[in-house]
């Protein structure tokens, strides 16, 4: 390709659609702004229902039921996903149907039935485990825990599946040549590589499980959306509450959001070896200075 002639004049084109698309999105931004400020809502308040003991209260809440759901979800899910890989076709088929029912429920619907599932089992009993009523076991935090949990988890199967399959099948059968167990393989090679294919639909989904919490204020579980509707219905100031509630959701989403940055980079094996040629350039640098 030859090079372009320096006596040659350079138009620069103008770029109507850009100029356009800005104005107009700048027109959006500057009319909700007069909006919002036109609006009855008592701006002056909001940081005092930012720092309310029930708003703590539900702020804790959530973070422990988006926590404990997803971690259990990850766990269920890496059993669902390793017996969809196995050679029993019952355990095969299992695995499908689990997938199948909790990714067709609604998670709403799922949560209704487990807080309702007294109805159906009046009494859990296990022997030198657990025998009470159901409604005692089986309260509010329970019902959302199990009811997003178990949704989560069949997603979580879905994602480990596929992360399990991007590992090139010969790196397999090369651990096992040398003598490995299909356990020690799956923690020492599978694993590890699959990690990088899991991890980003997995932080994805945990910022979704942080907001999806808020589905658990439909039965009494006190948390932030919850804890904002409780904090409106004394005063009515609801869309001061509801813009605190908004403030504290995307704080959580921000740090989940770093955090899965960190993480991501953590497994990035080419982003790790820049890293390392980037701090071994760095010090050769300084040596010979």
């Not at 651990?175 to 932080?203: F, N």
């Not at 006190?222 to 001061?240: G, P, W």
């Amino acid at each position: 390709m030859a090079a372009p002639d320096p006596t040659m004049p350079v138009v620069r084109l103008t770029h109507w659609g850009r100029w356009i698309g800005a104005a107009v999105i700048v027109g959006i931004l500057v009319a909700l702004g007069f909006a919002f400020a036109d609006a009855q809502i008592l701006w002056a308040d909001i940081p005092d229902f930012f720092t309310f003991d029930v708003m703590i209260e539900g702020l804790w809440r959530t973070l422990g039921l988006a926590v404990a759901a997803q971690a259990g979800a990850i766990v269920i899910g890496v059993v669902i996903a390793l017996l969809g890989r196995s050679a029993n076709p019952v355990a095969r088929w299992f695995a499908w149907g689990y997938i199948w029912i909790f990714r067709g429920l609604p998670v709403l619907l799922q949560i209704l039935i487990w807080y309702n599932l007294a109805l159906v089992f009046p009494v859990i009993s296990i022997p030198f485990v657990v025998d009470a009523p159901t409604n005692t076991v089986i309260n509010a935090f329970a019902a959302a825990l199990l009811g997003l949990g178990l949704n989560e988890s069949a997603y979580m199967a879905e994602i480990i599946r596929a992360g399990l399959n991007s590992v090139d099948r010969g790196q397999i059968e090369a651990a096992q040549s040398i003598g490995m167990t299909p356990g020690r393989t799956l923690i020492r090679v599978t694993l590890p590589q699959a990690m990088r294919v899991i991890i980003p639909p997995t932080g994805n989904d945990f910022i979704n499980m942080l907001k999806g919490t808020s589905i658990a204020s439909v039965i009494p579980f006190v948390e932030l959306t919850k804890a904002a509707s409780n904090i409106a219905s004394r005063n009515l100031e609801f869309m001061e509450t509801l813009l605190a509630a908004a403030a504290w959701y995307m704080i959580l989403v921000s740090i989940a959001s770093v955090g899965q940055y960190y993480l991501e980079r953590s497994f990035d094996a080419a982003d790790r070896a820049h890293r390392v040629r980037t701090k071994v350039g760095r010090s050769l640098k300084w040596g010979r200075a």
